[in-house]
Nanobody
């Protein structure tokens, strides 16, 4: 049974930095994608950053040059380093893992950026 364990998040002032981490537990095989989405009340969940197991990355335009996703394949952990945070980055951030056609989600972690 694959599960995602998230950590990180919290309250930070605008211009500050935070790092999110997400570890996949359980067995999986083959090509996979891991990353983060975020959601604010009343809005759809949106992609923030993902990295595929071939190291291809994709970022939302709004976070390019500020956020960096990385993966440690030895521990099945992904990291999202968020820098130059803005109040509009405030959201619930969800870790996502896709493998063999199955979509897994973490429990979510709140990121709040104060102005």
């Amino acid at each position: 049974q694959v599960q995602l364990v998230e950590s990180g998040g919290g309250l930070v002032q605008a211009g500050g930095s935070l790092r999110l981490s997400c570890t996949v537990t359980g067995s999986f095989f083959g090509f996979n994608t891991m990353g983060w989405y975020r959601q604010t009340p009343g809005k759809q969940r949106e992609l923030v950053a993902i990295q595929m197991s071939d190291s291809t990355t994709r970022y939302a335009d709004s976070v390019k040059d500020r956020f960096t996703i990385s993966r440690d394949y030895s521990t099945n952990t992904a990291y999202l380093q968020m820098s130059s945070l803005k109040p509009e980055d405030t959201a619930e951030y969800y870790c996502n893992f896709i493998n063999s056609g199955t979509n897994y989600w973490g429990q979510g972690t709140q990121v709040t950026v104060s102005s």
